[in-house]
């Protein structure tokens, strides 16, 4: 079974400044899909990023990007400069590959980011 | 607005009790899935369905239940509710299983057992 972790439970970081939250998984599978996932206040789940296990290229929105290393099986969320809506849970998430199996997504257990002014 | 709606938004009960969550997916949307989001267990998934048919099932008890209809919308039925059923419950919907497809997200369910 596929298993994602987040070791970092809180970060902090200056309004403006960068911030890269830290994520790793286990998977026997070869190609697969992350995500990375933010929760407001609101509690509404919104994607932020995502990448193709089979794409060498680091995915990039906007002030999000990521650094996607699959031998290590690291997948790190880059905010550069941060906004106070920023201010969230991140979630980072990984799901199979349509064929390889069931398309639900694994969740790591989230790191809360605070922006202060 | 991701399009997914979910009713009630908010359900306080007691324990023993059984209650109903709906979803609504997006138009066109053919998979629906369930996750709960607990303090303890953090996000799990529950169960997808894709076109009225059960697709995958995750941790889900045995008092769960679901079901989607032909018209797409599902319904997530909890039974003998304990205090640990309390969550946030989502649902989130995808147009079907090839390629990438992104899930997208209703604004939940707060369950309160008491």
């Known amino acids: 079974a596929q298993t994602v972790t987040q070791s970092q439970p809180e970060m902090s970081v200056q309004e403006a400044e960068t911030v890269t939250l830290s994520c790793t998984y286990d998977?026997?599978?070869?190609?697969?899909?992350l995500f990375w996932y933010k929760q407001p206040p609101s509690r509404q789940m919104i994607l932020v990023i995502r990448?193709?296990?089979?794409?060498?290229q680091n995915a990039t929105e906007n002030r999000f990007s990521v650094n996607f290393q699959k031998a290590a099986k690291s997948f790190s969320l880059k905010i550069s400069d941060s906004q106070l809506g920023d201010a969230a849970m991140y979630f980072c998430?990984?799901?199979?590959?349509?064929?390889?199996?069931?398309?639900?997504?694994?969740f790591g257990k989230g790191t809360k980011l605070t922006v202060n002014p | 607005d991701s399009g997914v709606t979910q009713t009630p938004k908010h359900l306080i009960t007691a324990t023993g009790q059984r209650v109903t969550l709906r979803c609504s997916p997006r138009?066109?949307?053919?998979?629906v899935y369930w996750y709960q989001q607990s303090l303890d267990q953090g996000l799990q998934f529950l169960i997808q369905?894709?076109?009225?048919?059960?697709?995958a099932k995750g941790n889900i008890l045995e008092r769960f239940s679901a079901q989607q209809f032909p018209d797409l919308h599902s319904e997530l039925n909890l039974s003998s509710l304990e205090l640990g059923d309390s969550a946030l419950y989502f649902c989130?919907?995808?147009?079907?299983?090839?390629?990438?497809?992104?899930?997208?997200f209703g604004p939940g369910t707060r369950l309160t057992v008491t």
């Open positions: 998977t026997s599978e070869s190609d697969y899909y």
């Open positions: 998430a990984y799901r199979s590959f349509p064929q390889g199996g069931s398309e639900k997504l694994v």
């Open positions: 989130a919907s995808s147009v079907g299983l090839a390629g990438f497809l992104e899930q997208y």
């Open positions: 138009s066109g949307d053919l998979s």
């Open positions: 369905y894709y076109n009225g048919e059960e697709r």
């Open positions: 990448q193709e296990a089979y794409k060498q």
